[in-house]
């Protein structure tokens, strides 16, 4: 099976799937028996973007520059496209996400790759945020560098 085709109806709270097919014809067809219904197209059982190592969860941990943490969580619902190697920086600092064992394993994983982004001086670093891609681009080099 190469695609599926789901016929949905409604928007916002209102959004709900009618049908799911495998045939691109049948779900034409009912959409157009539902009047306002839609097609999407997608692909079954697609990759999810990253391997899921035994024994570990993903985690995010968000660190200052010190190296204290302020929140630790367990991520319960992994993006398709979750990223070990992502980050992104609330007020206080950094907050990184990984695959780590314990929470233990993930602070000591933050911490390192806070130590890395501090040796680069990216730590505190203006961001040009007409340039975002390239600055995204050099902390994610490091952090995987660094793993």
């Not at 709270?13 to 839609?38: F, K, P, Q, W």
Request: proline residues 3%; glycine residues 6%.
């Amino acid at each position: 099976m190469d695609k599926i085709y789901v016929v949905t109806e409604g928007c916002y709270s209102d959004y709900h799937i009618v049908g799911v097919y495998t045939d691109l014809s049948m779900a034409n067809e009912a959409a157009r028996c539902y009047g306002e219904a839609s097609v999407e197209e997608y692909e079954p059982n697609p990759n999810l973007g990253h391997e899921h190592p035994s024994g570990m969860d993903f985690w995010c941990v968000s660190m200052d520059e010190k190296g204290d943490t302020f929140d630790i969580r367990k991520q319960e619902h992994i993006s398709l496209k979750a990223n070990p190697y992502s980050y992104s920086f609330p007020r206080r600092g950094w907050a990184f996400y990984m695959w780590a064992k314990d929470q233990t394993h993930a602070v000591k994983i933050a911490n390192e790759r806070r130590i890395q982004l501090l040796a680069h001086g990216i730590w505190d670093a203006e961001v040009d945020y007409s340039n975002w891609q390239d600055f995204a681009d050099r902390v994610k080099n490091i952090l995987e560098a660094s793993a």
